[in-house]
């Protein structure tokens, strides 16, 4: 099932006796939970009826007897295992998971792994109850994510700001999460757009030196702003880590070299779908493609890796990050 599926039969209480949340996304596995603990009982139920249990400090057998217990003055009681990741024998819950109690909702926080698949008690998990495998997504997909985190809090952002926010926050939605909610609330009254002036004044991220903005630079080959853009990085490394600007840098010349073998360029919807961009960026892959013809982009790739590899110790016994990638763009630009 889906998260939006689970949660709409929770509203619309339809319960499941046993869900297993599980994978690398802990995201969504804490709204499910929270949702569960927060709804499904009333405030006078709870005492009773609701049990949070940790994995590092329960033992499995008393997660299955709390779980085969009858709730007291309530249709349901709520049983909650946070970190069962860490309880080893977790394979033992086929016992329950045969025959739950219907008037439990036994659920199972397994972050950061997942079930073997081929085992039953995946396969009994899945036909009694609720089986979710919540995925990190990739990054191309965050700014949509961003888009419709947004957009149900009737907020909106400018492309260039989201890819900012997902560039510096990568794919950690709990991240993500706490700092929209912080520049929604810092927002002005009547301004519903995020913009990348409110994120460089409210959480510190420059909105003039940034890997986004080096793309750009690049693309237009502008070496005066490049070299700005890379003083400043070397100035500031912590903030602007070099793993980072050359992992972006590869993503993007990537993007260019893609482009340039794609057989319809005129659909720049098509052509966003081919590079897993917004729309709104396909322009600058355009511009970018004739600054860089195929060879050339190829080249680049190559000292990207090449430099990646100096970064780590081969074949550079003292330059530092700062320099490697002053360097880089040196190369890149001439």
């Known amino acids: 099932m889906s998260f939006e599926q689970i949660i709409s039969d929770l509203k619309n209480k339809i319960y499941k006796p046993i869900y297993f949340l599980e994978g690398d996304e802990p995201y969504f596995i804490d709204l499910i939970t929270q949702y ?6 009333n405030e006078s139920e709870k005492s009773f009826n609701q049990t949070v249990l940790y994995g590092k400090e329960t033992e499995l057998h008393t997660i299955i007897n709390t779980a085969k217990r009858f709730p007291m003055m309530a249709n349901h009681q709520v049983v909650v295992v946070k970190e069962a990741q860490n309880i080893r024998n977790i ?4 016992h329950y998971a045969n025959a739950p109690l219907q008037s439990t909702l036994l659920v199972v926080n397994y972050k950061y792994k997942t079930l073997d698949k081929r085992k039953k008690l995946h396969k009994a998990i899945k036909e009694k109850g609720v089986m979710f495998e919540s995925k990190k997504l990739y990054d191309n997909e965050v700014p949509s994510w961003i888009n419709s985190y947004l957009k149900k809090r009737n907020r909106s952002i400018d492309p260039g700001a989201s890819v900012l926010l ?7 939605l709990s991240k993500l999460s706490n700092e929209l909610d912080k520049l929604i609330i810092t927002l002005p009254e009547k301004e519903f757009n995020i913009t990348s002036t409110h994120i460089e004044r ?3 991220i420059s909105k003039d030196y940034n890997n986004f903005e080096l793309h750009k630079a690049l693309t237009q080959r502008n070496i005066l702003k490049a070299n700005r853009i890379v003083n400043y990085f070397s100035k500031n490394p912590k903030d602007n880590p070099f793993t980072l600007t050359i992992s972006t840098l590869y993503h993007f010349y990537s993007k260019i070299l893609t482009y340039h073998f794609l057989k319809n360029k005129s659909d720049r919807r098509a052509v966003a779908a081919s590079l897993k961009v917004n729309p709104y960026f396909v322009t600058d892959y355009e511009k970018a493609a004739k600054q860089y013809n195929p060879k050339k982009t190829v080249e680049i790739i190559g000292l990207l890796r090449e430099y990646d590899l100096r970064s780590k110790g081969h074949n550079n016994v003292s330059t530092s990050h700062g320099e490697l990638l002053k360097e880089l763009i040196y190369r890149i630009l001439h």
């Not at 569960?36 to 009982?41: A, E, G, M, R, S």
């Not at 997902?166 to 950690?172: A, I, Q, V």
Request: without cysteine; negative net charge.
């Open 166 to 172: 997902n560039e510096y926050l990568g794919n950690d």
């Open 202 to 204: 409210n959480i510190g």
């Open 91 to 94: 394979e033992e819950l086929i």
């Open 36 to 41: 569960i603990i927060d709804n499904v009982l």
